[in-house]
T-cell receptor, first 121, second 109 residues
Framework: GAVVSQHPSRVICKSGTSVKIECRSLDFQATTMFWYRQFPKQSLMLMATSNEGSKATYEQGVEKDKFLINHASLTLSTLTVTSAHPEDSSFYIC?????????????????FGPGTRLLVL | GQNIDQPTEMTATEGAIVQINCTYQTSGFNGLFWYQQHAGEAPTFLSYNVLDGLEEKGRFSSFLSRSKGYSYLLLKELQMKDSASYLCAALDSNYQLIWGAGTKLIIKP
């Protein structure tokens, strides 16, 4: 249990375009999802916390107008990188918290999607 | 402030035992997680400790001392596939995960 999928796994786009990344919890309902980015050889950096049916909470320094998050259902959250620039190139990873008992860990455990590697040219 | 410290890199030999330490300072504490992350992949859940003591799960064990703000992950009978980064993360009073920078574990034959 507690499987999270993410799509696409890899995307290359031109500077100035927008990219949408989907995160789905496949076998559980996730009231809370998280979006991270990770640069090579660095740790995870939390970008925002997304709760179903409400606005996302962004971490300090993360532009909410640039990184649009929509958590429209209990199994789907999307991250749209608007007007992408080369400095936005990174590994974007979502995670979901299973409030039930479907996963291995406690209800606070975050289960991660496989990640999306974004390259902006 | 809130802080997680763990070594940047460790090297061990196949078949041996390695202990990865983690110290934490958080506003409140609701448990400590260990995740494994292979290069280019997302983290996967390994263990969770909220009470003092040792939790054993196969070749991996995790220990917690709340009074010392200290945890370790113990890996036994190391295999080449254990080469990965190991992330320590503490859950604070707001149930937010505070992440360490990760320890890159290199296994040599």
């Amino acid at each position: 249990g507690a499987v999270v999928s993410q799509h696409p796994s890899r995307v290359i786009c031109k500077s100035g375009t927008s990219v949408k990344i989907e995160c789905r919890s496949l076998d559980f309902q996730a009231t809370t999802m998280f979006w991270y980015r990770q640069f090579p050889k660095q740790s995870l950096m939390l970008m925002a916390t997304s709760n179903e049916g409400s606005k996302a909470t962004y971490e300090q320094g993360v532009e909410k107008d640039k990184f649009l998050i929509n958590h429209a259902s209990l199994t789907l959250s999307t991250l749209t990188v608007t007007s992408a620039h080369p400095e936005d190139s990174s590994f974007y990873i979502c995670s979901a918290r299973d409030g039930g008992e479907g996963g291995e860990g406690p209800q606070e455990t975050q289960y991660f999607g496989p990640g999306t590697r974004l390259l902006v040219l | 402030g809130q802080n997680i410290d763990q070594p940047t890199e460790m090297t061990a030999t196949e078949g041996a035992i390695v202990q990865i330490n983690c110290t934490y300072q958080t506003s409140g504490f609701n448990g400590l997680f260990w995740y494994q992350q292979h290069a280019g992949e997302a983290p996967t859940f390994l263990s969770y400790n909220v009470l003092d003591g040792l939790e054993e799960k196969g070749r991996f064990s995790s220990f917690l001392s709340r009074s010392k703000g200290y945890s370790y992950l113990l890996l036994k009978e190391l295999q080449m596939k254990d080469s990965a980064s190991y992330l320590c993360a503490a859950l604070d009073s707001n149930y937010q995960l505070i992440w360490g920078a990760g320890t890159k574990l290199i296994i040599k034959p």
